[in-house]
């Protein structure tokens, strides 16, 4: 059983700040890995997906990968109150046909104006 | 209107009452899954399909079953309801290529009493 696990928050930080959501991963095989984004009462969207070690930055958002360590991270710049909502970890196996996404917990993020 | 909808939105039931959660989409998508989410346990895999004849367990199967009627319609049954079936339950898709992302609907909150 994979598992991945997520700082357990919740997470408060001011407007304007930076934002670090941790994930660690159990086993070698996953690849690939994504950031899902999930308001209150609402739905998850995918905010973010990295498949190779190193930072993939869009917008405001860089996701960082480290294979060796089991390691991803979301850091969140210049953060704002429309970002607080919880912040989900998934990772898949490499070369899955399943289709299959194991997820964290989530951690809950609040940015106080 | 939502690409993924589920019905109903809101359910109360009884123990050992049947219950059954519809999920209709109009993406396209030949991949269906079924999700529970608990309170600070994320989303955990009930079921999946990939085609109407295809029909697989997920992680938590046990005391559910599932129907796909066509390729857009994914149900949830819930043979015999128990309290700790109370949970929000989302329908998602992906599309073939499968790149990780999931397209998930409004969710369905089911209140066993």
């Known amino acids: 059983q994979k598992e991945v696990e997520q700082n357990s928050g919740p997470l408060s930080v001011p407007e304007g700040a930076i934002a670090s959501l941790n994930c660690t991963y159990s086993d070698r095989v996953s690849q690939s890995f994504f950031w899902y984004r999930q308001y209150s009462g609402k739905s998850p969207e995918l905010i973010m997906s990295?498949?190779?070690?190193g930072d993939k930055e869009d917008g405001r958002f860089t996701a960082q990968l480290n294979k060796a360590s089991q390691y991803v991270s979301l850091l969140i710049r210049d953060s704002q109150p429309s970002d607080s909502a919880t912040y989900l970890c998934?990772?898949?196996?490499?070369?899955?046909?399943?289709?299959?996404?194991?997820f964290g917990r989530g951690t809950q993020l609040t940015v106080w104006p | 209107d939502a690409d993924v909808t589920q019905t109903p939105r809101n359910r109360i039931t009884k123990t050992g009452k049947r219950i059954m959660l519809e999920c209709s989409q109009t993406?396209?998508?030949?991949?269906m899954y079924w999700y529970r989410q608990d309170p600070g346990l994320g989303l955990r895999l009930i079921y999946y399909?990939?085609?109407?004849?295809?029909?697989n367990k997920g992680e938590i199967s046990d005391g559910y079953s599932v129907s796909r009627q066509a390729q857009a319609k994914f149900s949830l049954s819930l043979e015999s309801a128990i309290p700790n079936q109370t949970a929000l339950y989302f329908c998602?898709?992906?599309?073939?290529?499968?790149?990780?992302?999931?397209?998930f609907g409004e969710g369905s909150r089911l209140t066993v009493l």
């Open positions: 993406k396209g998508h030949d991949r």
């Open positions: 998602a898709t992906s599309d073939p290529r499968y790149t990780g992302e999931l397209f």
């Open positions: 399909s990939f085609d109407v004849k295809d029909i």
């Open positions: 990295i498949y190779s070690n």
């Open positions: 998934a990772v898949m196996d490499r070369g899955s046909t399943l289709g299959r996404l194991y």
